[in-house]
């Protein structure tokens, strides 16, 4: 099933496990609401796509793109990869890493989605382009500062813990620390939006300032 665009939301990873560990609980609490979550993973292997697909169906995630290419090797040149999930999926948001996490392909990853969501809108070069509202960004290994949201995540945290925990290859690095930074996150999140768990976001807006974008066209500003 192809995304419809209105509500939908895609997801644009780095690596298999990113999608449990930054925003498991905020994708879960969405497709319980039968909104539907597509994702689009940057990098992997036949072991960690298996393990992905098992964290995706705990999830409730609907489409899923995988990709067969090494952890570190994500460039600008799949840029147009990213745009292809875009004009696929036809999200209204889309969610990604937050540009300033200490990791540097999650830095990367965050930089080509940007990209692609204003390369998708373009109707000079897609007879199908698609405008991305906006792009949220997500928490991994370094805290946003000044979060514009919190999503409340008490109900959907247990869901998100076992689909982050069928990431197998992954979840026993460095004495479980994944499983102790999402279990320290979310409840200092939760501690900040007044709740027992959250996920923080920051939100980018798409730079849509060309003659293409009459949605940015405007009489008044209120």
Same mark, same amino acid.
């Given at each position: =099933? ?8 895609? !997801? !644009? ?5 990113? &999608? ?12 319980? #609401?039968?909104? #539907? ?28 793109? +995988?990709?067969? *290419? ?10 147009? &990869? ?17 540009? @300033? @996490?200490?990791?540097?392909?999650? #830095? #990367?990853?965050?930089?080509? !989605?940007? &990209?692609? !969501? ?5 109707? /000079? ?5 698609? *405008? ?5 960004? =997500? ?6 500062? *000044? ?35 999402? @279990?320290? *996150? /979310? ?16 939100? /980018? ?9 009459? &949605?940015?066209?405007?009489?008044? +500003?209120?």
């Amino acid at each position: =099933m192809s995304g419809s665009g209105e509500g939908t939301i895609l !997801v !644009v990873v780095a690596h298999p496990d990113d &999608e449990s560990l930054g925003v498991g609980g905020t994708i879960k609490k969405h497709t319980e #609401q039968g909104i #539907q979550v597509d994702i689009h993973c940057m990098t992997g292997n036949s072991e960690r796509n298996a393990e992905l697909k098992q964290a995706c169906s705990i999830l409730g995630v609907e489409n899923l793109y +995988l990709s067969e *290419r090494d952890d570190f090797a994500i460039t600008k040149d799949l840029t147009n &990869e990213v745009v292809g999930a875009i004009l696929k999926a036809r999200p209204q948001i889309v969610i990604t890493h937050f540009s @300033d @996490d200490y990791n540097r392909n999650h #830095q #990367q990853c965050a930089r080509i !989605v940007e &990209e692609a !969501v204003e390369w998708a809108s373009h109707t /000079t070069i897609f007879e199908n382009a698609h *405008r991305v509202e906006r792009i949220y960004n =997500m928490e991994i290994n370094t805290l946003i500062s *000044r979060p514009n949201v919190h999503v409340d995540i008490t109900d959907s945290y247990q869901a998100a813990l076992a689909a982050l925990k069928k990431h197998k290859s992954q979840i026993k690095k460095g004495g479980f620390f994944y499983e102790k930074l999402y @279990d320290a *996150r /979310t409840h200092l999140r939760g501690v900040q939006a007044k709740c027992e768990r959250a996920e923080a976001f920051s939100i /980018t807006l798409p730079e849509h300032a060309g003659p293409f974008y009459r &949605e940015n066209s405007v009489d008044l +500003l209120l």
